[in-house]
């Protein structure tokens, strides 16, 4: 069965600092890997994926994530963390047997000035 | 940038009361999907709808849910005798295609209150 495991629920970083929210994925097939963030009252805005290609992934606001395939994770990084990041983050795959997004159960990231 | 817009932004009812929730995915977009996220809890998968049938849908999406797009422009999720576990929030997401390489874009989100 595809899962998706994100073992931090919360991540706190102080603002310049870099971040990293980690993901991990369990799925059967090639992953097809997504994050997705939730700001406060509002929907989920895709930041970037991993179809095929370079396992480093650049996507929007500055956010990067690399695909590591032995250790089946894909975690989210920036290098340099702004207040404005600060919400929640889900990490998504889906395999290539079906098109249904599997949903990690998200990571609060909190950046202190 | 087109985007996916849900009404209402709250709807609070009735136990047992039907509730219909509303989408309007972006234009040229083909496929439509259904997500719900109950308070604390990972989104989950209800259904992907595409030319007017479901195409998947979960263990969850059962015969209290229906999906329709009733005139070419909205995607409605109707739910027949609300339960108080129904209470979430539910995303409507659309798709220019089923190819993965397309991301699923989102609306705002429906939050239902059962009461």
């Known amino acids: 069965a595809q899962s998706v495991a994100q073992p931090e629920d919360q991540v706190n970083v102080a603002e310049g600092n870099p971040l990293t929210v980690k993901c991990t994925y369990s799925v059967s097939g090639n992953p097809y890997l997504f994050w997705y963030v939730q700001y406060p009252n509002r929907g989920l805005q895709f930041l970037l994926k991993?179809?095929?290609?370079d396992n480093l992934v650049k996507g929007s606001y500055g956010f990067e994530a690399e695909f590591n395939k032995s250790q089946t994770s894909f975690h989210l990084k920036k290098p340099s963390a702004l207040v404005s990041d600060s919400a929640l983050y889900f990490c998504?795959?889906?395999?290539?047997?079906?098109?249904?997004?599997?949903w990690g159960a998200g990571t609060k990231l909190i950046i202190k000035p | 940038e087109p985007e996916v817009t849900q009404t209402p932004s709250h709807q609070v009812t009735q136990m047992g009361q039907e509730v219909i929730l509303r989408c309007v995915p972006i234009?040229?977009?083909?496929?439509f999907y259904w997500y719900r996220q109950i308070l604390g809890q990972k989104v989950e998968f209800l259904v992907s709808?595409?030319?007017?049938?479901?195409?998947?849908k979960s263990e969850i999406f059962d015969d209290q849910f229906s999906v329709e797009r009733p005139d070419g422009s909205n995607f409605t999720l109707k739910i027949r005798s609300t339960k108080l576990e129904d209470s979430a929030m539910y995303f409507c997401a659309s798709s220019p295609s089923r190819q993965i390489t397309q991301p699923q874009h989102f609306g705002d989100g429906t939050r239902l209150s059962i009461l």
């Open positions: 234009s040229n977009h083909l496929y």
């Open positions: 991993y179809i095929t290609g």
């Open positions: 709808f595409y030319n007017n049938e479901i195409s998947e």
């Open positions: 998504a795959v889906t395999g290539d047997s079906n098109y249904q997004l599997i």
